[in-house]
Structures are given as C-alpha cells and as structure tokens.
C-alpha cells in the first residue's frame, strides 16, 4: 500500500517530485532516531536505571547525530516534520519538497515503531515508549511546553545551518539541544518536538492518548522558532 501511495504521488508530482535519494535519506533518518530512541526508552526501563533521563536523552541526541552524520549533507538531516515545516517557511524547501520529507518521515517512523514491537511488545511500546502529558501536565500545557520546546529547537537548527554548510559542531549543536529538551521535558510531555517520533508509536502500540497535542504543539513551535529566527537575524541580513 506505502509503496502504490509514493508510486501514484510520484505520477502526480511528475518533474516537481524530490529527490528520490533524499526521501530515502529522511525515511531512514527518522527511522534511526525512533528506534534507537526508542531502544534507549527500553534500556532504561528494563535496567530500572536511576539514570533514566540520561540514558533517555542522550540516547535520542546520539541517534540523531547518527542520522546527520549519515544523510545531513544528503537532505539536510530534518528527520521530524515540525523542522520541515520551518525550512518551507524560512524558503529553503518548496511545498512539495516539505510534503515528500512529512510524508516519508511519518513512514519512517511507523516502520521504527513496528521494530520496537517486535522487538518488545506492542502493550510495552504503547505504554513506556508513547509521549503523553505527564507529571501533571494537562493537554493544554502540554502543547504550550511542546510549542516551546519546538521553538528552541528549531531556532538553534536555524541559525546553524544558515550558511547552508554541514559539519561536525553543527551536526553537535543541534544533537545536544535535542538531548537538552529531553532532559528538561520527558516527564511531563515526553519530549516529542516531533510528529513523526510520536505518531510512529502512537500506530505500532495503539495508544493515540492526545496525539494532536503532538501535532499542535511542535508545528505551532516550529512556526514561532522560525519568527524568533528572522527576528534575531535581521540585522545581520
């Protein structure tokens, strides 16, 4: 079915659909961060670790340096759909572009989640591995923590690329925010700041619990980010 939908849409797009190479870099992107992320979620509760945020975060922040190191200089590493949303906004993808890296990215991430429940079980991935409020953090504050969030995240993957050149200390600047915003936010939101991450769960363990808090929250982020982002750089233009 996955493979008829791109077959089809390809067919619609004709000469404006992406590079192929790069749709493949943003599957495979978001499927590393899921299920290395989610592998991460598992050590730490398996291992009852006293160090979970830790092993949590930082497991995140390496899967995605991974996923830069290997298709960074390829697709531009987005991985997460909230930052492709904010690269359309700033000019540096066009509409379809943005469609074609959402779109392989929830793919990815709904591929990531059925090899967490393989490797697990889908009652443990719904449960241990799905973002949700918590902490006592309600829906509406969630959205608003996951906007925020999103924000920075976004801002900071802004400003480093803005040359449009790759390396080693952008590729570090933008994992360890991501490992930064799982420290601050895994227990009261899950630290999503990203659709894909938690759709991809979200349909492999069955639990859809305030999943547009997911979807509201990050894409009103990453709007913000990139409004931060034009501010700050005005002067420098």
Known sequence: MVFWSYVCWKATMGENMPDTKKLLAELLGT???????????????????????????FGFGFALLAGLYAFGEVSGGHFNPAVSFAAWLDGRIDAVTFAGYALVQFI??????????????????????????????????????????????????????????????????????????????????????????????????????DLWVYFVGPLLGAGLGWVIFKYVSADSE
């Open 31 to 57: 499927l590393i961060l899921v299920t290395v992320g989610g592998f991460a979620i598992a050590s730490s509760v398996v291992s009852g670790a006293a160090s979970s945020l830790v092993l949590i975060g």
């Open 108 to 209: 990815g991430a709904i591929l990531a989640g059925y090899i967490l429940v393989w490797a697990t079980n889908e009652e443990f991935v719904g449960s241990a591995m799905a973002t949700v409020p918590g902490g006592g953090s309600t829906a509406t504050k969630a959205v608003l923590l996951e906007a925020l969030l999103t924000a920075i995240f976004v801002l900071v993957i802004l400003k480093v690329t803005t040359s449009g050149t790759f390396g080693a200390s952008t590729f570090l600047a933008i994992s360890l925010t991501l490992v930064a915003i799982h420290f601050a936010a895994v227990p009261l939101t899950g630290a999503s700041v990203n659709p894909a991450r938690t759709l991809g769960t979200a349909v492999a363990g069955g639990n859809f619990t």
